[in-house]
Structure formats: structure tokens, C-alpha cells
């Protein structure tokens, strides 16, 4: 009785190269993302921080004001930065 064909004997599974690629992918260590900030960023972010502060005291200032019902809007402003949007 025989019973492996003398041609298959060393003969590999086709699926078996695809999964042993596929492993072997996995296995690989992955790239990690990165990020550089230019000099000139770091300069923009730096400068936004100093004027946080001040920002922080207007934004305060304008919510009081609000609040106690003192806030006057120009509509005169407005109508003058809207105008050349309309147009």
C-alpha cells in the first residue's frame, strides 16, 4: 500500500509561504510617527503664550462687562468690516 505519492513528498503547501509572510510582517517592528516643529513654530508658539496673559485679562474684562449689561456695540465698526464682504 503506498501511501504518499513519490512526488509530493517534498512538495509545501502554497498557503503556507502567504502565512509565513503574513507572520513575518507582524513580527516586524512597526515605524512610530513623528513630528518636528520648525524654529520659527516654536518662536509663533512661545510669543502666543506671552500674550495669553494679556488676552485672558481682555477676554475677563469683556465678560464683566457683559454680565452687567455696560458692553456697547458699534454698529457703525460692524457695518464698516462687513462692508467690504458684502461687496
Known amino acids: ?22 507572520a513575518e510582517s507582524a513580527s516586524r ?13 516654536q518662536e509663533m508658539l512661545s ?5 495669553s496673559t494679556d488676552r485672558t485679562k481682555l477676554i475677563d474684562s469683556l465678560k464683566q462687562s457683559v454680565s452687567s449689561g455696560t458692553y456697547h456695540v ?3 465698526k460692524i457695518a ?5 464682504f458684502i461687496k
Open 1 to 22: 500500500m503506498k501511501i504518499n505519492e513519490t512526488q509530493r513528498i517534498g512538495a509545501v503547501n502554497p498557503y503556507q509561504k502567504q502565512n509565513d509572510k503574513q
Open 29 to 41: 517592528k512597526r515605524k512610530k510617527d513623528e513630528v518636528q516643529i520648525s524654529a520659527e513654530a
Open 47 to 51: 510669543s502666543s503664550r506671552e500674550n
Open 74 to 76: 458699534e454698529a457703525g
Open 80 to 84: 464698516e468690516k462687513l462692508l467690504p
